[in-house]
């Protein structure tokens, strides 16, 4: 059974970054796909991006796009997200995600079979 654990969430100021991270265990990381999702308060979960296995192609959403970076290390089992110029309205609760099987569609919640329990990102204004 994958079990994801994400931390390196925290308070920081609009303008500033943050890296969370997302530790996997119980398959060969390598063969899982990686994603990250948010969810604000009263709000859906949402999209963020997703990095294919060998880490050589990432998709953002468009809201994300230019300030974050996903990467991942398979050598340590580790995926991570570079947050940059952030904003208060990216503030929400962040969740990594895995699937092992294939998924012709990459930004849904469906795609993807194990879950973190969440690191919260919290940007003042």
């Known amino acids: 059974q994958v079990q994801l654990v994400e931390s390196g969430g925290g308070l920081v100021q609009a303008g500033g970054s943050l890296r969370p991270s997302c530790a996997a265990s119980?398959?060969?990381?390598?063969?899982?796909?990686m994603a990250w999702f948010r969810q604000a308060p009263g709000k859906e979960r949402e999209f963020v991006g997703t990095?294919?296995?060998?880490?050589?192609?990432?998709n953002y959403a468009d809201s994300v796009k230019g300030r974050f970076t996903i990467s991942r290390d398979n050598a340590k089992n580790t995926m991570y997200l570079q947050m940059t110029s952030l904003k208060p309205k990216d503030t929400a609760v962040y969740y990594c995600?895995?699937?092992?099987?294939?998924?012709?569609?990459?930004?849904?919640?469906?795609?993807?079979?194990?879950w973190g329990q969440g690191t919260q990102v919290t940007v003042s204004s």
């Open positions: 995600a895995g699937h092992i099987r294939s998924a012709s569609v990459l930004a849904t919640t469906t795609a993807y079979d194990y």
């Open positions: 119980g398959a060969t990381f390598s063969t899982i796909r």
């Open positions: 990095i294919s296995r060998s880490g050589a192609i990432t």
